[in-house]
């Protein structure tokens, strides 16, 4: 059972930046795929970026292409999520999830509980 736990979500003005950490316990963190996931409210949940387990490949939704870098530090069973531009309409809940069969945009067996991330205009 892999438990995970993010931070660094708050509020920050249009433009501005942040950086989410999703740590993780309980299983071999490196055999992971991490992705991450946000929720507005009334809205479906989107896929945001995932990285494989060894970093060297990474894939974005098309919202945050550009903007958003996933990274990840396996001795630190440590995924990132560092937020440039952020625009009003990134506001939402952030999860990280973990994926045993190589991620993507679906397929993950574990889930964090979030973290919020508001956005001033």
């Known amino acids: 059972q892999v438990q995970l736990v993010e931070s660094g979500g708050g509020l920050v003005q249009a433009g501005g930046s942040l950086r989410l950490s999703c740590v993780a316990s309980?299983?071999?963190?490196?055999?992971?795929?991490m992705g991450w996931f946000r929720q507005a409210p009334g809205k479906e949940r989107e896929f945001v970026a995932v990285?494989?387990?060894?970093?060297?490949?990474?894939f974005y939704g098309g919202s945050v292409k550009g903007r958003f870098t996933i990274s990840r530090d396996n001795a630190k069973n440590t995924v990132y999520l560092q937020m440039n531009s952020l625009k009003p309409e990134d506001a939402a809940v952030y999860s990280c999830a973990a994926s045993s069969v190589g991620g993507g945009t679906m397929g993950y067996d574990y889930w964090g509980q979030g973290t919020q991330v508001t956005v001033s205009s």
């Open positions: 309980g299983g071999t963190f490196s055999s992971y795929a």
């Open positions: 990285i494989s387990t060894r970093g060297d490949t990474t």
